[in-house]
């Protein structure tokens, strides 16, 4: 006799498995089908991002240390750490928080999640955009908004759409998503910039959350500025260890809540905390003190890091600008830039390909092999074109290692260091140009 049927909550009908991952899904399926015509497939990774770099050597010693400490900590983190936080948001970003400000999460991802849960409002969200955001915003049932930004403003955030925008919306609280430097178009805003969109912010009781996970990675880092320092009452910012630190599997994120947070918000995102994880395992908590941190040594691991990432990504989207049909934007912080084949549309119609997530199929199959995310993953409109490359599918150790060694001093050089460091990532761009040249035929 069939059982019958175990019953699933209908708020996961609409969620998907997210587009890094079931990329690997997509892949397996292609192997199989090349396998069937003889062809030794190996694919060309630009879909999936995670810095490729040893951890910091102070944050791994620091484990191994506390790896004893196993008793459950604060919900909120480690009094400890979150002083830590506190005092490095202050000294490297000008955000002046309290650590009772601070709440230390499983990861940033967690963090959003929670924040979406806890605040009222709708939310909007400027697209291209990270992909985790619209389907975190869905399955709580939250009203969210797409913000379609243009090419012509540098798929950057123009002042008087937005405000045009939010005018637009139900009058009541809103929440503004502002991920800087971008996932995944790679821009950063300037100080200038970014109090013109506080500006509007202000004027229509709009909160901002501001993502700034890639902070440290940011290629000209003096020309980043935090939003906490801009709009210190309406900002929540998100930072952790897993792109600059190269320590992504740690799981280990920070928020820090608007200046002046009552005690009713604080307790909210405690209770919350305690009944979803209970803690962050204490052992990473206590080593991760170290990664908050003034010591000499983490700069020159920042230093080598970004412009690791700025040659990688430069050198890249710049070769992809020299394929006709194909504009893609120059990243200024971590590792990701947004390839549009918006001129390509009707070349791609010609072949069958209507929407972006078919481009994406298109650029696996064979015999391009080709990884990337596209459409739906980073809320792309309908019609439009485009993909995230993701710039990191090289041995990080390797070349930070030859960085160490042999610094590249001028353009010429960057792009020798990519071909000696990064094969694998010219040979992609190379097929990326063979599917544009193969629209032709």
């Known amino acids: 006799m069939l059982k019958k049927p175990i019953d699933i909550q209908s708020t996961l009908n609409n969620l998907h498995m997210p587009e890094n991952l079931a990329i690997g899904l997509m892949v397996a399926e292609q192997k199989i089908k090349c396998q069937q015509i003889g062809c030794d497939f190996e694919y060309f990774g630009f879909a999936f991002g995670e810095s490729p770099f040893p951890v910091m050597t102070r944050l791994e010693q620091e484990l191994r240390k506390h790896t004893l400490d196993s008793n459950y900590a604060s919900a909120l983190g480690i009094e400890p750490l979150r002083s830590a936080v506190a005092s490095f948001y202050n000294r490297v970003f000008q955000v002046k928080r309290r650590p009772e400000q601070i709440v230390v999460g499983l990861g940033t991802k967690m963090l959003v999640y929670m924040l979406l849960q806890i605040l009222e409002g709708d939310v909007v969200i400027p697209t291209p955009a990270w992909i985790g955001y619209a389907p975190q915003a869905g399955m709580l049932g939250r009203a969210w908004h797409p913000l379609p930004l243009r090419k012509e403003d540098g798929y950057m955030i123009d002042p008087k759409a937005l405000e045009h925008y939010l005018v637009s919306l139900p009058p009541c609280q809103h929440l ?93 995102f405690e209770k919350l905390a305690a009944t979803i994880y209970s803690s962050i395992p204490t052992p990473i908590q206590w080593a991760a003190i170290a990664a908050y941190e003034d010591h000499p040594s983490d700069y020159f691991y920042y230093d080598r890091v970004r412009n690791i990432h700025r040659i990688m990504g430069t050198t890249l989207s710049g070769m992809c600008n020299r394929i006709n049909g194909l504009n893609a934007t120059i990243p200024q912080g971590g590792f990701y830039y947004y390839l549009d084949f918006q001129e390509l549309q009707a070349k791609l119609s010609s072949k069958g390909i209507e929407t972006s997530n078919q481009l994406g199929k298109a650029l696996l199959a064979h015999p391009y092999h080709i990884a990337t995310v596209t459409g739906d993953a980073i809320m792309l409109p309908p019609g439009s074109f485009g993909a995230r490359i993701a710039f990191v599918d090289y041995d990080g150790k390797a070349a930070y290692e030859h960085y160490e060694r042999h610094t590249p001093k001028n353009e010429q050089e960057d792009i020798q260091f990519v071909r000696d460091m990064a094969p694998n990532m010219i040979e992609g761009v190379e097929a990326i140009k063979q599917f544009v040249m193969d629209l032709d035929s």
């Open 176 to 268: 503004l998503i502002i991920n800087n430097p971008n996932n995944p178009t790679g821009v950063l805003y300037t100080k200038s910039e970014l109090e013109e969109i506080v500006s509007v912010c202000r004027r229509n009781n709009t909160l901002i959350l501001a993502d700034e996970i890639y902070a440290l990675t940011s290629y000209q880092y003096p020309d980043f500025v935090s939003l906490g320092q801009i709009y210190p009452e309406g900002t929540f910012v998100t930072g952790g260890l897993s792109k600059d630190r190269s320590a992504g599997g740690y799981r280990l994120g920070v928020l820090l809540m608007p200046e002046d947070s009552d005690v009713a918000l604080v307790d909210a």
